[in-house]
């Protein structure tokens, strides 16, 4: 059931990148309904020789990857802002990082650019090596620091005219 909802979870991520929303939302639900049967199971633990990392916080970062992979941050924030967050803080720290680098991908695009750089400095303090190599954490830093100056630049500007500075 863990590598059923696994594959479904790289599908629906794989459908968000070509743009099929509906195949995404498709997979995620799958994979929402293989989560709540591994949730659901009880009896003597099940030895996973494969090592999946599979349960409903998984399904739920997915969707917040996916819909940013479809451009729609407020989706994205949305999916996190309601998400159980007991589901999500179990994941191995390398999971919690990408999540946190996505919530900083979505904080930006959604103009917010002090919150974005929040999730990235939760991303780095759980997982540092992941985030200070991962190129979308780079990215992600790199367009706060233009906005950063860009913002800068443009009230520095407006003050020197103020101010008759040439």
């Not at 990392?53 to 997915?62: D, Q």
């Amino acid at each position: 059931m863990r590598m059923w909802g696994a594959l479904h979870l790289r599908a629906a991520i794989s459908s968000a990148r070509g743009g099929n929303a509906a195949g995404s939302d498709e997979r995620l639900a799958l994979a929402r309904t293989a989560g709540e049967r591994v949730n659901s199971y009880v009896g003597p633990e099940i030895h996973d020789r494969h090592s999946v990392t599979f349960s409903l916080g998984n399904v739920v970062i997915h969707g917040v990857s996916a819909a940013l992979e479809m451009s729609d941050q407020t989706k994205a924030l949305r999916l996190n802002r309601e998400a159980d967050p007991a589901h999500i803080t179990v994941l191995p720290n390398s999971r919690l990082g990408h999540h946190h680098m996505d919530l900083a991908r979505a904080w930006l695009w959604d103009g917010n650019r002090d919150q974005a750089l929040t999730e990235l400095e939760t991303a780095e303090r759980i997982a540092p090596q992941l985030v200070r190599n991962h190129p979308v954490a780079r990215a992600t830093l790199r367009k706060i620091i233009y906005a950063e100056r860009a913002a800068t630049r443009q009230r520095l500007r407006g003050m020197t005219g103020r101010f008759s500075l040439d």
